[in-house]
């Protein structure tokens, strides 16, 4: 039972994520920071945002692999996950239709879906089955160098702005995706990760 607990839990934060990351996309104030990388790719090589996080989760699990001078099951799992995230991402952009919403309230949507953004991110991590590899790099940087999770979270974040900001000046295309919802999530995603370990324990490892 508790291992069913896990998997749904699981299953949930992954949907979580994978649907707020095109919300943020729809909302058109700048897509999540840790999106950010994706977004430029998919729109400066006119590829699906799927087949754009798939390249980068690979990346993600190979830079893993290296920080820890090793090669797990773990992150080996990553990879086929990689792909399964790539679809179901790929599935919420085609499910979920454009909005013309005012800019207040977009904004506030956005801040909303920062929440959930978090809780996808939480509960990946805390049910201890296959991390992201979004997840699984922040998670990898804070052991390496035992830094707290939610601080390396902001650092991440904070760097795949800049990575995508570069990313556009060195294809001379406008900066995709790149908006106040990015600087708002680069700054608050880690924090309500942190506010979510506080007061939401979740003790669900074998």
């Known amino acids: 039972m508790k291992t ?8 949930l934060g992954l949907n979580l994520i994978a649907a707020a990351i095109v919300l943020n996309i729809r909302f058109d104030l700048g897509v999540a920071a840790f999106s950010s990388v994706m977004y430029a790719i998919s729109e400066i090589y006119k590829i699906s945002l799927g087949t754009a996080s798939i390249i980068c ?7 893993q692999c290296i920080l820890s001078k090793k090669v797990t099951l773990p992150y080996l799992l990553e990879v086929p996950l990689s792909f399964a995230f790539g679809f179901l991402t790929d599935l919420y952009d085609f499910l979920i239709p454009n909005m013309d919403f005012s800019v207040l309230l977009r904004l506030l949507l956005f801040s909303l879906t920062m929440f959930v ?6 509960l990946c991590v ?14 990898t940087i804070s052991e390496v160098f035992s830094l707290a999770f939610s601080t390396v979270k902001n650092t991440f974040d ?4 800049i990575i ?19 600087v708002l999530s680069a700054f608050c995603l880690g924090r309500i990760i942190k506010i979510y370990e506080k007061f939401l324990p979740v003790k669900m490892k074998s």
């Open 57 to 63: 989760y690979l990346l993600f699990v190979l830079a």
């Open 117 to 122: 953004t978090a809780m996808g991110v939480y």
């Open 158 to 161: 904070i760097s795949m702005v």
């Open 4 to 11: 069913v607990k896990r998997l749904l839990l699981y299953f």
């Open 126 to 139: 805390k049910t201890d089955v296959v991390l992201t590899p979004t997840d699984g790099i922040v998670k």
């Open 164 to 182: 995508s900001v570069l990313l556009c000046l060195m294809n001379h295309t406008k900066l995709y995706g790149i908006g106040i919802g990015t």
